[in-house]
């Protein structure tokens, strides 16, 4: 599934969060925004799943314009996890699949294989208070994949968790995309996880967020890249 963002304009009443966006997320592209901290990164990315309606522009999915939440289309994984704290690894990812309406037994085992590909299988009946942090994220992860959304948009998922952990959970999220074939708007801080992890980085300015440039990560050096981003950002 594809995203295509058109003069976006997004208001907190009268105040503006981001004027005239517009870019494109083509299927199975891992896209980032990045942008100064309060400039409107998460503001877009949540007008992209429809929870905030456009003071302008649109938002289209596969052509059809976004005019509210698509939960067949689009899965988030936010910062604040919302895991359900009673309910066990597994029962948390089963939520998707039971609000589709699939049997007991089928949804069981698709989220064991979720949780399975996650490097959670030995701890599916643990609850969120028994797990890590970078556990939890994982959780989080394939209750997403399990929505069986074609577009996944993560805001800032890795950022309470230490470097060594975020590295580790970005390298698996990759792979777990590639197998399940997803498109990502992934919102971050970390240049450095978005030079790793995407195909292309929309970086935005200031609040109000416009973008200021769209770069293509391909074979330049991560290093030249990474102090490209940052000139971007603080110039």
């Given amino acids: 599934m594809g995203i295509e963002v058109t003069g976006l304009d997004l208001?907190?009443?009268?105040?503006?969060?981001?004027?005239?966006?517009?870019?494109?997320?083509?299927?199975?592209?891992?896209?980032?925004?990045?942008?100064p901290s309060g400039c409107g990164k998460s503001s877009v990315l949540r007008a992209l799943g429809g929870l905030l309606r456009p003071a302008g522009g649109e938002v289209r999915v596969d052509g059809e314009r976004v005019r509210g939440p698509l939960p067949t289309r689009i899965a988030y994984v936010f910062q604040d996890l919302a895991l359900f704290p009673w309910r066990s690894a597994r029962r948390n990812v089963e939520v998707p699949l039971a609000l589709r309406g699939v049997p007991r037994r089928l949804r069981r085992e698709r989220a064991d294989e979720l949780l399975g590909k996650v490097g959670l299988a030995e701890v599916a009946d643990?609850?969120?208070?028994?797990?890590?942090?970078?556990?939890?994220?994982?959780?989080?992860?394939?209750?997403?994949?399990?929505?069986?959304?074609?577009?996944?948009?993560?805001?800032?998922?890795?950022?309470?968790?230490?470097?060594?952990?975020?590295?580790?959970?970005?390298?698996?999220?990759?792979?777990?995309?590639?197998?399940?074939?997803?498109?990502?708007?992934?919102?971050?801080?970390?240049?450095?996880?978005?030079?790793?992890?995407?195909?292309?980085?929309?970086?935005?300015?200031?609040?109000p967020a416009r973008i200021r440039e769209v770069i293509t990560v391909g074979t330049e050096d991560p290093h030249e890249l990474h102090a490209k981003l940052t000139g971007l950002l603080f110039s």
Wanted: proline residues 5%; neutral net charge.
């Fill in 126 to 207: 643990k609850v969120p208070a028994q797990l890590s942090g970078g556990m939890r994220q994982r959780v989080a992860i394939a209750r997403a994949l399990a929505s069986d959304a074609g577009i996944l948009l993560l805001d800032e998922p890795f950022a309470a968790l230490d470097e060594q952990t975020r590295t580790q959970l970005g390298a698996e999220l990759l792979r777990l995309l590639a197998e399940e074939g997803k498109t990502v708007v992934f919102v971050t801080h970390s240049l450095l996880e978005a030079v790793r992890l995407s195909h292309r980085i929309v970086v935005l300015t200031p609040g």
């Fill in 11 to 35: 208001r907190y009443g009268d105040h503006p969060a981001a004027r005239d966006i517009t870019f494109d997320v083509r299927p199975g592209e891992f896209v980032s925004l990045i942008g």
